[in-house]
T-cell receptor
Framework: QQPVQSPQAVILREGEDAVINCSSS?????VHWYRQKHGEAPVFLMI?????EQKGHEKISASFNEKKQQSSLYLTASQLSYSGTYFC?????????FGAGTTVTVRA | EAQVTQNPRYLITVTGKKLTVTCSQNMNHEYMSWYRQDPGLGLRQIYYSMNVEVTDKGDVPEGYKVSRKEKRNFPLILESPSPNQTSLYFC??????????FGPGTRLTVL
């Protein structure tokens, strides 16, 4: 079952912040975050593991609430390069399912 | 270079004509998956594999088959394609608890 992401889309000016949320109805082993630019494959940003370990991007942060089966991605002081579609992926016993995505547009 | 490759990148075919999309990875990853991407629906998992000869259904497996006879290869087979399988397909691979690498995508059109 796919996780649920919100919002579906967000428009920012350079320097503004945004939060993307991801929730699952199932217990999670880990949560992944990816960004996809138009016409390209998704690219890894971050993985948050059960127990608190994180691996990934230096400038983008995220949180993982294991009990609530939720994760949030924080885009801080956004740059033009942050534009794209963001996907969360929920890892439940080998199966990595993705949400419908959040389209982020950063304007100068 | 560590990568996931898919072939073909573009394919136009007709309803009912069997086709195979190949996927190969050179990173010795255990897990491999196939996804389809449609506007507004995100990435939906078709099938995944945990290792050689071990596969399982994802969220939208109907109309697709897969096999994993070698660790590096995970082909996607459409026995009788239909127009509703027109989509952008991604193959991906990873190790447990690590980032997933995506192939470049295969754009399939079924007429």
């Amino acid at each position: 079952q796919q996780p649920v992401q919100s919002p579906q889309a967000v428009i920012l000016r350079e320097g503004e912040d945004a939060v993307i949320n991801c929730s699952s109805s199932k217990a999670l082993y880990s949560v992944h975050w990816y960004r996809q630019k138009h016409g390209e494959a998704p690219v890894f940003l971050m993985i948050l593991l059960k127990g608190g370990e994180q691996k990934g991007h230096e400038k983008i942060s995220a949180s993982f609430n294991e009990k609530k089966q939720q994760s949030s991605l924080y885009l801080t002081a956004s740059q033009l390069s942050y534009s794209g579609t963001y996907f969360c992926g929920t890892d439940n016993d080998y199966k990595l399912s993705f949400g419908a995505g959040t389209t982020v547009t950063v304007r100068a | 270079e560590a990568q996931v490759t898919q072939n073909p990148r573009y394919l136009i075919t007709v309803t009912g004509k069997k086709l195979t999309v190949t996927c190969s990875q050179n990173m010795n990853h255990e897990y491999m998956s196939w996804y389809r991407q449609d506007p507004g629906l995100g990435l939906r998992q078709i099938y995944y594999s945990m290792n050689v000869e071990v596969t399982d259904k994802g969220d939208v497996p109907e109309g697709y088959k897969v096999s994993r006879k070698e660790k590096r290869n995970f082909p996607l087979i459409l026995e009788s394609p239909s127009p509703n399988q027109t989509s952008l397909y991604f193959c991906a691979s990873r190790l447990a608890s690590n980032e997933q690498f995506f192939g470049p995508g295969t754009r399939l059109t079924v007429l």
